[in-house]
């Protein structure tokens, strides 16, 4: 490798190691089961959410690890996968609607509503999950070559600020009727509180985030210091 070569992948790792397959799996998993969960509508007294609110911020967590140690490509390539395996599932539960119901099953109706709104999901999350991911995975990097290796904090919490305000915004205006919102007052509520939910999430776990991308960093072989 040239000198020039080698100062351009510094700041980054090949995604040829064990740690990357290991941080998109745990990733994908994280997307679809959010997306489920993001099926029923939920309610903590005047607050307006979805089940999604539980693991869904944790794909931030990953993204930024992801971007930080392997580059704004490799955690768009997760990104792409994570939806790929989205949208099999959804096509999975479509076929299965189709498919004839055994004499003992009852719970067709309640399988199709599910159904039903989880592929409007998967388009409200295709949409702000692409939006969010990338504008994350882009900060984090457009940062990171200013700072090198230094204020961490800096690109963590600004990625986050930036991805998860395109991401809510896209995400609930294709949502909110999926899960049963129709006035606007419900509406201003689900997306104030997701982007500021989320947001919180992500800074509440910077310091596990922080350790996480340090223990990948000094066993990742193949990262060199941004300098």
Same mark, same amino acid.
């Given at each position: 490798?040239?000198?020039?070569?080698?100062?351009?992948?510094?700041?980054?790792?090949?995604?040829?190691?064990?740690?990357?397959?290991? =941080?998109?799996?745990? !990733?994908?998993?994280?997307?679809?089961?959010?997306?489920?969960?993001?099926?029923?509508? #939920?309610?903590?007294?005047?607050?307006?959410?979805?089940?999604?609110?539980?693991? !869904?911020?944790?794909?931030?967590?990953?993204?930024?690890?992801?971007?930080?140690?392997?580059?704004?490509?490799?955690?768009?390539?997760?990104?792409?996968?994570?939806?790929?395996?989205?949208?099999?599932?959804?096509?999975?539960?479509?076929?299965?609607?189709? =498919?004839?119901?055994?004499?003992?099953?009852?719970?067709?109706?309640?399988?199709? &509503?599910?159904?039903?709104?989880?592929?409007?999901?998967?388009?409200?999350?295709?949409?702000?999950?692409?939006?969010?991911?990338?504008? &994350?995975?882009?900060?984090?990097?457009?940062?990171?070559?200013?700072?090198?290796?230094?204020?961490?904090?800096?690109?963590?919490?600004?990625?986050?600020?930036?991805?998860?305000?395109?991401?809510?915004?896209?995400?609930?205006?294709?949502?909110?009727?999926?899960?049963?919102?129709?006035?606007?007052?419900?509406?201003? #509520?689900?997306?104030?509180?997701?982007?500021?939910?989320?947001?919180?999430?992500?800074? #509440?776990?910077?310091?596990?985030?922080?350790?996480?991308?340090?223990?990948?960093?000094?066993?990742?072989?193949?990262?060199?210091?941004?300098?």
């Amino acid at each position: 490798m040239t000198s020039t070569q080698e100062h351009q992948h510094r700041g980054t790792a090949a995604i040829g190691s064990a740690y990357y397959p290991v =941080l998109v799996a745990v !990733f994908t998993a994280l997307v679809i089961i959010s997306n489920v969960t993001a099926t029923k509508g #939920v309610a903590f007294g005047p607050i307006i959410t979805d089940g999604g609110f539980i693991v !869904f911020p944790l794909t931030y967590v990953i993204g930024d690890v992801l971007s930080e140690v392997y580059g704004f490509k490799a955690a768009r390539r997760a990104i792409f996968l994570g939806f790929a395996m989205n949208i099999l599932a959804a096509f999975t539960f479509w076929v299965t609607i189709y =498919l004839p119901a055994a004499d003992f099953y009852t719970n067709e109706e309640h399988f199709e &509503n599910v159904v039903h709104a989880y592929t409007q999901l998967i388009i409200a999350g295709l949409a702000g999950f692409i939006v969010g991911q990338t504008i &994350n995975a882009w900060v984090v990097v457009a940062i990171k070559q200013r700072t090198k290796e230094k204020h961490l904090w800096a690109r963590l919490v600004g990625s986050t600020f930036a991805g998860q305000l395109g991401d809510t915004l896209v995400f609930c205006s294709i949502a909110a009727g999926a899960i049963g919102i129709s006035t606007f007052k419900d509406f201003a #509520v689900y997306t104030a509180l997701g982007w500021f939910y989320k947001t919180a999430v992500e800074v #509440v776990m910077l310091p596990v985030t922080y350790r996480v991308i340090a223990y990948i960093k000094r066993r990742e072989p193949t990262y060199q210091l941004a300098v």
